[in-house]
């Protein structure tokens, strides 16, 4: 089982950026997949970002791909999502997720066991 906590949300101005992480707990933290998903006010969740066990193979969603760059640091038991060129639709809450092994790029919510409690994002015009 692993615990997820993320950080480093808060307020930015259009343009701007912000780096969140997402510390894990437990030993196994290099044998999980990864992900990014956000949930803006009234919309679904939707994902944002993935990362194999050791970043080797990463994938985003296409209103994020050349903004957001994903990163795993396992020595630190850490997941990371560099966010540059904000926008004021980036708005949203942003969790991280984590699942045992990978096979596939994963960007469902039900392909992912545990998730963080989430940060919020707040991108203004």
């Known amino acids: 089982q692993v615990q997820l906590v993320e950080s480093g949300g808060g307020l930015v101005q259009a343009g701007g950026s912000l780096r969140l992480s997402c510390a894990a707990s437990?030993?196994?933290?290099?044998?999980?997949?990864m992900g990014w998903f956000r949930q803006a006010p009234g919309k679904p969740r939707e994902f944002v970002a993935f990362?194999?066990?050791?970043?080797?193979?990463?994938s985003y969603a296409d209103s994020v791909k050349g903004r957001y760059t994903i990163s795993k640091d396992n020595a630190k038991n850490t997941l990371y999502l560099q966010m540059n060129s904000l926008k004021p639709e980036d708005t949203a809450i942003y969790y991280c997720?984590?699942?045992?092994?990978?096979?596939?790029?994963?960007?469902?919510?039900?392909?992912?066991?545990?998730w963080g409690q989430g940060t919020q994002v707040t991108v203004s015009s």
């Open positions: 997720a984590a699942r045992s092994g990978w096979s596939a790029i994963y960007s469902q919510e039900s392909e992912y066991r545990y």
């Open positions: 990362s194999s066990q050791y970043g080797g193979v990463t």
């Open positions: 437990g030993r196994t933290f290099s044998t999980y997949a």
